[in-house]
């Protein structure tokens, strides 16, 4: 919970590529970025990479590229090139074992993955190893390993390689253990006590047969039969664990999202309520993209790299400047929203033009169409 929550905060909403292209070229090369951005649906796959990153503390990106057919790329201007890129993601849960190396400056030069494959009832150990000049497919065979050199057509490691010290959830373990003994401790609880017991003084004379109806118990003189039942209800155990669920949220900044926490809320909260709900989840997303962004960051450079190597026209702007921009997720009051705006364009005291109005609108999609309509 903690790490999806956390997850859709911060990649929920599409990731923005920031740019100010000033020629053609600029622009050129934005517009195959984003076709590659969207061919490989990285506003998705960013999502899931960010969930491992939190969860698992270390997750990659292994590029490569594969030939394509004439007409892929037609209508850009990369008309013309042989090849399109694509990547698979590297994880401890995907049953790979990541070794980067860095040099003193801490810039990665080398990176090792290694995984098995299943051939027939067989699993081969692998090790391949990426450098910015040659990738290394290594395979056990036997006692020894088969070692196949080629050149890195990149001309730099084709791998983004995200960790972090520890799990999204590390400072609330405590609580969450405590929480999880509480509950196993009140099922053993219900499963001694939940099934009634009769408990019978003095002389029993005659028990009805089990599963017979309108079963009936014979008591000699002055004897009683009373069902045991637990005098006292666990307040202190609900309390306890309301408790640990407040701090298990509240410590890792994920809001309390839950059916009766929104009732208890209601549906008539405002715009700057929901803000104020979801701050500390937003300083959350905040402290995560200052780790997770810099490897979009590093995607995005490794992205116009491979492109100019694919097509030399566009080593001349390489260097374009191209940023992501998150756009942490809110829930939106759109009744709000549109009241405000319409407060905004409003005879006499407007603060706004229609247009601008239109285009922040959350209900319009295409601005420019709209306009046109109205």
Known sequence: RIVN???????????ELSCTPVDDLQLSLLAVVKRIWDDNKLNYESMGLCAMLLG??????LWYQTDVDPLYWQGTENEGAKVR????????????????????SGDMIGFGRGYTVAEGDDKIEHFDFYTDTQIILGAK??????VTPSVNPFGK??????????????????????????????????????????????EVQGLSAKG????????????????????????????????????IFSMSYTPNTSFEQMKAIGDAISGVAIKLLFTDAHMNAARN?????????????FLKAAIAVANTKFEKVVYLNIEPKFDYYMPKNVLEAIQILTEGVGAGKAVMSQETAVKLNPLVTDAEAEIKQM
Do not use: H, M
């Open 85 to 104: 890129f694509r990547f698979i993601t590297l994880s401890p849960s995907n049953g790979d074992s990541l070794y980067p190396v860095f040099d003193p």
């Open 141 to 146: 065979v036997g006692n020894g390993w088969e």
């Open 56 to 61: 698992e503390t270390e997750c990659a990106e």
């Open 212 to 247: 017979e109806q309108g079963k009936v118990v014979e008591l000699g003189n002055g004897a009683t039969a009373n069902y045991l039942a637990w005098p006292y209800a666990p307040e202190a155990i609900k309390l306890e664990n309301q408790t640990l669920d407040d701090l």
């Open 289 to 301: 993209e200052s780790v997770f962004g810099k490897g979009i960051q590093r995607r995005i450079n």
């Open 157 to 202: 490691i084709p791998v983004i390689y995200y960790s972090r010290k520890l799990p999204a959830w590390s400072n609330v373990q405590p609580l969450i253990e405590r929480k999880e003994q509480s509950v196993s401790n009140n099922a053993d609880t219900n499963d001694y006590f939940g099934s009634p017991i009769l408990a019978i003084s003095g």
């Open 5 to 15: 929550t956390a997850a859709a905060f911060l990649c929920g909403n599409p990731i």
